[in-house]
């Protein structure tokens, strides 16, 4: 269902796809003994007969919980760039502003000062790009700062709120030493906070894009209204958790958002680029800047599938193009068009893309230390990529779990004297032992199952069970998930040993 990852320089050793039948009987069913892990299994599973496997859930797993690929601390104005006494926390300082200002709008609705300290802020296009990719803004390469501040949805574009906050945050702004321009304005000539970057002269001013925090906000569109991308910007960690449980999106889901929105991006830097489109956008069109800025776009467009040969070239071209507009017309439809078009034809292979990156994004930002996140191994004449580790708390009482029932099994795989990591990975259709040239050991499991030994997932099946009228505490399905990984791992070591029976 997902791959991704570079080549690596990995044996394997591995055996049939699948010779443990028995695991079913010789953990979970030795394990259900006690009365409430079997109710909790019977919860978790639509048979017996199903029991381990992901196909048998009856409650679909979900994905429950953003990571951030990119972390707080690198969104600062300097004070190189624009003056002041130090460098300026762009998300505390909004955070502040945005603070502020829910308090002053909680005299007319009290129910705002639930929001306090809880808003989602998250810097996205160039900016956030520029985290993501360098590890800290360029301020050559960002032009303006986007951020969206997702609000309850008392708080509308017609509240005032959006003016009320400019206001704070030039306050703030002042209190760190920092100046706004006065009457600067945007390109549509609409009143905006904007700075001069004393190094390159460049104009930078605040974009306030707010958002409504309605039902169904997540799957929005993302360019136009805000919806979620799990790469796309920086979000708090943990405030976008339950707007994605309540939105119920699966992987697939996913990745349908994803290639709409590229599918968009794309759309519309071929009207800016070759000017398709001459309807009302076309009064939008700046001449010249929005040839330069499509270097940003494919770059981003190439960003999203992984294509990262593509994506430092455009960004030589970006720094460095001083062509005609004829020429640069020419190099962008023969060298970069062609290349990112989402052909019907080839429209499995964009999918594919897409799933590659968003998996091993999600991976790395679960475990960013992890060195083994995104190596390759070949697997069964099939590229297998590492994604991230099993939760500890799943994967430590598993483990003891097979070690208490298992001893025979793991003295016949050699060296396994000590819990082995246990990893998730793509286009991985069974789980796997393998024995990498360093020496570690490896326990894989289909990267399906990284969204159902969670404890979001945990979470919801007790709610589910409430739903329906049925007590299952929590600590049961955790171990009821415990004993079904232990099953896995079971399985993942009898394919070590079938080729040498």
Request: charged share 25%.
């Given at each position: 269902?997902?791959?991704?990852?570079?080549?690596a320089?990995?044996?394997?050793?591995?055996?049939?796809?699948?010779?443990?039948?028995?695991?079913?009987?010789?953990?979970?069913?030795?394990?259900?003994?006690?009365?409430?892990?079997?109710?909790?299994?019977?919860?978790?599973?639509?048979?017996?007969?199903?029991?381990?496997s992901?196909?048998?859930?009856?409650?679909?797993?979900?994905?429950?919980?953003?990571?951030?690929p990119?972390?707080e601390?690198?969104?600062?104005?300097?004070?190189?760039?624009?003056?002041?006494?130090?460098?300026?926390?762009?998300?505390?300082?909004?955070?502040?502003?945005?603070?502020?200002?829910?308090?002053?709008?909680?005299?007319?609705?009290?129910?705002?000062?639930?929001?306090?300290?809880k808003t989602?802020?998250?810097?996205?296009?160039?900016?956030?790009?520029?985290?993501?990719?360098?590890?800290?803004?360029?301020?050559?390469?960002?032009?303006?700062?986007?951020?969206?501040?997702?609000?309850?949805p008392?708080?509308g574009?017609?509240?005032?709120?959006?003016?009320?906050?400019?206001?704070?945050?030039?306050?703030?702004?002042?209190?760190?030493?920092?100046?706004?321009?006065?009457?600067?304005k945007?390109?549509?000539?609409?009143?905006?906070?904007?700075?001069?970057?004393?190094?390159?002269?460049?104009?930078?001013?605040?974009?306030?894009?707010?958002?409504?925090?309605?039902?169904?906000?997540?799957?929005?569109?993302?360019?136009?209204?805000?919806?979620?991308?799990?790469?796309?910007?920086?979000?708090?960690?943990?405030?976008?958790?339950?707007?994605?449980?309540?939105?119920?999106?699966?992987?697939?889901?996913?990745?349908?958002?994803?290639?709409?929105?590229?599918?968009?991006?794309?759309?519309?830097?071929?009207?800016?680029?070759?000017?398709?489109?001459a309807?009302r956008?076309?009064?939008?069109?700046?001449p010249?800047?929005?040839?330069?800025?499509?270097?940003?776009?494919?770059?981003?467009?190439?960003?999203?599938r992984?294509?990262?040969?593509?994506?430092?070239?455009?960004?030589?071209?970006?720094?460095?193009?001083?062509?005609?507009?004829?020429?640069?017309?020419?190099?962008?439809?023969?060298?970069?068009?062609?290349?990112?078009?989402?052909?019907?034809?080839?429209?499995?292979?964009?999918?594919?893309?897409?799933?590659?990156?968003?998996?091993?994004?999600?991976?790395?930002?679960?475990?960013?230390?992890?060195?083994?996140?995104?190596?390759?191994?070949?697997?069964?004449?099939?590229?297998?990529?590492?994604?991230?580790?099993?939760?500890?708390?799943?994967?430590?009482?598993?483990?003891k779990?097979?070690?208490?029932?298992?001893?025979?099994?793991l003295?016949?795989?050699?060296?396994?004297?000590?819990?082995?990591?246990?990893?998730?990975?793509?286009?991985?259709?069974?789980?796997?032992?393998?024995l990498?040239?360093?020496?570690?050991?490896?326990?894989?499991?289909?990267?399906?199952?990284?969204?159902?030994?969670?404890?979001?997932?945990?979470?919801?099946?007790?709610?589910?069970?409430?739903?329906?009228?049925?007590?299952?505490?929590?600590?049961?399905?955790?171990?009821?998930?415990?004993?079904?990984?232990?099953?896995l791992?079971?399985?993942?070591?009898s394919?070590?040993?079938?080729?040498?029976?």
């Amino acid at each position: 269902m997902r791959r991704a990852g570079k080549s690596a320089e990995i044996n394997t050793e591995n055996g049939a796809e699948e010779n443990a039948s028995d695991h079913k009987e010789v953990l979970v069913s030795a394990l259900a003994r006690s009365g409430r892990l079997r109710a909790a299994m019977r919860f978790l599973f639509r048979s017996e007969e199903e029991i381990a496997s992901f196909q048998g859930l009856r409650i679909e797993p979900v994905l429950a919980s953003h990571r951030n690929p990119v972390p707080e601390d690198p969104f600062l104005l300097g004070r190189e760039r624009f003056g002041g006494a130090e460098d300026v926390p762009v998300i505390s300082l909004l955070r502040s502003a945005v603070d502020q200002t829910l308090r002053a709008y909680a005299y007319s609705f009290p129910q705002l000062l639930d929001w306090v300290g809880k808003t989602p802020i998250s810097p996205h296009g160039s900016m956030a790009l520029s985290v993501a990719r360098w590890g800290h803004v360029d301020w050559d390469y960002v032009r303006d700062i986007d951020i969206r501040i997702f609000l309850p949805p008392e708080l509308g574009h017609l509240s005032g709120f959006k003016t009320d906050l400019s206001k704070t945050l030039t306050s703030e702004l002042i209190k760190h030493g920092l100046y706004s321009m006065p009457l600067g304005k945007d390109e549509q000539g609409r009143p905006q906070i904007q700075f001069r970057d004393a190094k390159s002269n460049a104009i930078h001013g605040f974009h306030l894009f707010l958002v409504g925090m309605k039902p169904g906000f997540v799957r929005a569109h993302l360019h136009r209204d805000g919806g979620y991308s799990p790469h796309y910007a920086y979000f708090p960690e943990g405030s976008m958790d339950d707007h994605l449980e309540r939105a119920h999106m699966q992987w697939a889901d996913v990745i349908r958002r994803q290639t709409e929105d590229y599918m968009d991006m794309f759309n519309q830097l071929s009207f800016n680029i070759f000017g398709e489109d001459a309807g009302r956008a076309g009064r939008f069109k700046t001449p010249g800047w929005y040839l330069r800025k499509a270097f940003k776009w494919y770059a981003t467009l190439a960003r999203m599938r992984g294509l990262s040969a593509l994506e430092e070239d455009l960004l030589y071209q970006f720094d460095h193009f001083q062509k005609s507009e004829e020429e640069f017309a020419y190099l962008a439809r023969y060298r970069y068009y062609a290349r990112l078009e989402p052909n019907p034809l080839r429209m499995l292979d964009l999918h594919r893309d897409l799933a590659r990156v968003d998996s091993l994004l999600y991976a790395a930002a679960r475990s960013p230390k992890n060195s083994f996140v995104g190596k390759t191994l070949n697997l069964d004449s099939r590229d297998i990529t590492i994604l991230e580790p099993a939760p500890a708390n799943f994967s430590a009482p598993a483990w003891k779990l097979c070690e208490k029932k298992c001893a025979p099994l793991l003295r016949k795989v050699a060296g396994v004297q000590k819990p082995p990591r246990i990893c998730f990975a793509d286009h991985l259709h069974a789980p796997a032992f393998a024995l990498l040239d360093s020496g570690a050991k490896l326990i894989l499991i289909p990267s399906d199952w990284s969204l159902v030994f969670t404890d979001s997932f945990a979470r919801r099946v007790v709610r589910n069970a409430k739903d329906e009228g049925r007590s299952v505490a929590q600590k049961n399905i955790e171990q009821a998930l415990a004993a079904v990984l232990a099953s896995l791992i079971y399985q993942a070591l009898s394919t070590a040993t079938a080729r040498d029976k």
